[in-house]
T-cell receptor, first 114, second 111 residues
Framework: DTGVSQDPRHKITKRGQNVTFRCDPISEHNRLYWYRQTLGQGPEFLTYFQNEAQLEKSRLLSDRFSAERPKGSFSTLEIQRTEQGDSAMYLC????????????FGQGTRLTVV | RKEVEQDPGPFNVPEGATVAFNCTYSNSASQSFFWYRQDCRKEPKLLMSVYSSGNEDGRFTAQLNRASQYISLLIRDSKLSDSATYLCVTNYGGATNKLIFGTGTLLAVQP
């Protein structure tokens, strides 16, 4: 499978616990995005990496959220001290180059905080 | 006000019908425009880009009116397999090129 891969697909956690999600973009895609989607809404931008550099973070990304892309390949998104409002689908997308208009999405990680 | 506004639907139409979705965007700096399709509990996938001259891909026709900041998608001869959420999307270009999504319009094609 040469598409964007996300792991895990589903995560149920208790409020207050930390969770970490992983995204493997399409090979050679240097642009990587994280989005969050709640029920009945479209995806909302969280953060953007170009290679290993995190170039933009949304104000939605509170200080409990941190994302990394240490070698410019896979990325991780960590949520500390989860809250029920964090329950959502977390989507990763990658694009091949500057100016490319198409983003390829992974299947997402569905987080449920109980 | 949301940056991209869509009627959430649902649109319930019989097979073979023609259905049109509309979308407005608020930021005149928007550079590119798209329709994405999202099946239930799946990831969004690009359906088609939208160009000022209008463009067609089989049964799907997309239109853009920059002056009115309005985008449309027309689906002719609806199939059961067209049932999905259709997301109107823009971006501002620039270094990030992030996508701005509408809430989506749910289409249910009935047999």
């Amino acid at each position: 499978d040469t598409g964007v891969s996300q792991d895990p697909r589903h995560k149920i956690t208790k409020r207050g616990q930390n969770v970490t999600f992983r995204c493997d973009p399409i090979s050679e895609h240097n642009r990587l995005y994280w989005y969050r989607q709640t029920l009945g809404q479209g995806p909302e931008f969280l953060t953007y990496f170009q290679n290993e550099a995190q170039l933009e973070k949304s104000r939605l990304l509170s200080d409990r959220f941190s994302a990394e892309r240490p070698k410019g390949s896979f990325s991780t998104l960590e949520i500390q001290r989860t809250e029920q409002g964090d329950s959502a689908m977390y989507l990763c997308a990658s694009s091949p180059r500057q100016g490319s208009t198409e983003a390829f999405f992974g299947q997402g990680t569905r987080l449920t905080v109980v | 006000r949301k940056e991209v506004e869509q009627d959430p639907g649902p649109f319930n139409v019989p097979e073979g019908a023609t259905v049109a979705f509309n979308c407005t965007y608020s930021n005149s700096a928007s550079q590119s425009f798209f329709w994405y399709r999202q099946d239930c509990r799946k990831e969004p996938k690009l359906l088609m880009s939208v160009y000022s001259s209008g463009n067609e891909d089989g049964r799907f026709t997309a239109q853009l009116n920059r002056a009115s900041q309005y985008i449309s998608l027309l689906i002719r001869d609806s199939k059961l397999s067209d049932s999905a959420t259709y997301l109107c999307v823009t971006n501002y270009g620039g270094a990030t090129n992030k996508l701005i999504f509408g809430t989506g319009t749910l289409l249910a094609v009935q047999p």
